[in-house]
């Protein structure tokens, strides 16, 4: 059972830069059931959620939504479990809890538009952009 715990998160500027980390536990990456997809997604209030990054972690190499391709980047350290996303140029509108994800069955691709796909989830970590 891969437990899922993100943190980084807190209060900035806009135009200033968080790095959120999302450390796995119970879960090696790239067992010998196959390789891992991880995902981070976010909720702002009232709102649905969304993809933002995901990565296969052995040989694969980040997706970002439009939204904030150019500005955050999502990385791996496999000795440590960990996925990072770090965040750039921040917007108000970035403004949201993000969480990160772990899929073992993503046949239909490690895509953030496939949510349904990621069967464990962390706790969340609120981030706040003020302007």
């Known amino acids: 059972q891969a437990r899922l715990v993100e943190s980084g998160g807190g209060s900035v500027q806009a135009g200033g830069s968080q790095r959120l980390s999302c450390a796995v536990s119970?879960?090696?990456?790239?067992?010998?059931?196959?390789?891992?997809?991880m995902g981070w997604f976010r909720q702002a209030p009232g709102k649905e959620r969304e993809g933002v990054a995901t990565?296969?972690?052995?040989?694969?190499?980040?997706s970002y939504a439009d939204s904030v391709r150019g500005r955050f980047t999502m990385s791996r350290d496999n000795a440590e479990n960990t996925v990072y996303l770090q965040m750039n140029s921040l917007k108000p509108e970035d403004t949201a809890v993000y969480y990160c994800a772990l899929s073992r069955s993503w046949a239909a691709g490690c895509l953030i538009t496939r949510s349904e796909d990621f069967a464990y989830w962390g706790q969340g970590t609120q981030v706040t952009v003020s302007s």
């Open positions: 119970g879960y090696t990456f790239g067992d010998i059931y196959g390789s891992t997809c």
């Open positions: 990565l296969v972690i052995v040989g694969g190499t980040p």
